[in-house]
C-alpha cells in the first residue's frame, strides 16, 4: 500500500507563493493528485500529474514529481485569500482509482 | 447536474444505533467510494464500488457494511454504531482514475 505525509500548517501572505511539499512510499503510484478542501466542504480536485511526468503547470499551479526522492510538490503563485484550505496530497497505485491520502496541510493566507 | 448528494449532513447516534448513509450521484459514473475523515489523518477508504452489483473492502472496513443499490446510489450502513465511528464520511464517484468528485459530507457524532 502507499503511505503518504504532508506538512500539516503553511503560513503565507496574500501575494506571495505558497510551497506545498509531500513524500509518498509506493514507487509504483501511477497517478499523484492534488486536492483541495474548504471549510464544511468536499473535496475538489485541483490537478494531478501521471508518473511519468516532472513537472505540470495549471494557470498559478505548478506541480513538480521527483521520482527518486518520492517527493511532490504544489506551488500556488500569487496566493490570494481564496486559497485559505486544507491542500491533500493523494496517490493511486491501481486502475480501480483507489486513493491513499495525506493528513492534510492546512495553508492560511494572511493580508 | 447535482453532482455527488449525501443524506443527512449532520446525525447524532447513540452507542449501539444503527443508520444508514445515503449516497447518490447524477454523472452515470460506474465507480463510487465511501471514506471517512478525522483530524489529523486524511480521509481512509471505507469500501468502494467498481462497479453495479459490485463492492469490495477499502482500508477501514470493519464496523460497515455498504449497498451498491443501482447504478446512481451507494450506501453505507452502521449496524451498531461505536463511538471511534464519529468522523465526518465523504461520498465519491469516478469513471475515470483521473478525478472523483465529493459530496459535502455527512457528519456524524456517536454518544
Known amino acids: 500500500g502507499e503511505d503518504v505525509e504532508q506538512s500539516l500548517f503553511l503560513s503565507v501572505r496574500e501575494g506571495d507563493s505558497s510551497v506545498i511539499n509531500c513524500t509518498y512510499t509506493d514507487s509504483s503510484s501511477t497517478y499523484l493528485y492534488w486536492y483541495k478542501q474548504e471549510p464544511g466542504a468536499g473535496l475538489q480536485l485541483l490537478t494531478y500529474i501521471f508518473s511519468n511526468m516532472d513537472m505540470k503547470q495549471d494557470q498559478r499551479l505548478t506541480v513538480l514529481l521527483n521520482k527518486k526522492d518520492k517527493h511532490l510538490s504544489l506551488r500556488i503563485a500569487d496566493t490570494q485569500t481564496g486559497d485559505s484550505a486544507i491542500y491533500f496530497c493523494?496517490?493511486?497505485?491501481?486502475?480501480?482509482?483507489?486513493?491513499?491520502f495525506g493528513a492534510g496541510t492546512q495553508v492560511v493566507v494572511t493580508p | 447536474n447535482a453532482g455527488v448528494t449525501q443524506t443527512p449532513k449532520f446525525q447524532v447516534l447513540k452507542t449501539g444505533q444503527s443508520m444508514t448513509l445515503q449516497c447518490a450521484q447524477d454523472m452515470n459514473h460506474n465507480s463510487m467510494y465511501w471514506y471517512r475523515q478525522d483530524p489529523g489523518m486524511g480521509l481512509r477508504l471505507i469500501y468502494y464500488?467498481?462497479?453495479?452489483?459490485?463492492?469490495d473492502k477499502g482500508e477501514v472496513p470493519n464496523g460497515y457494511n455498504v449497498s451498491r443499490l443501482n447504478k446512481r446510489e451507494f450506501s453505507l450502513r452502521l449496524e451498531s454504531a461505536a463511538p471511534s465511528q464519529t468522523s465526518v464520511y465523504f461520498c465519491?464517484?469516478?469513471?475515470?482514475?483521473?478525478?472523483?468528485?465529493f459530496g459535502p459530507g455527512t457528519r456524524l457524532t456517536v454518544t
Open positions: 493523494a496517490g493511486s497505485t491501481d486502475s480501480w482509482g483507489k486513493l491513499q
Open positions: 465519491a464517484s469516478t469513471d475515470t482514475t483521473y478525478e472523483q468528485y
Open positions: 464500488s467498481a462497479s453495479e452489483g459490485t463492492t
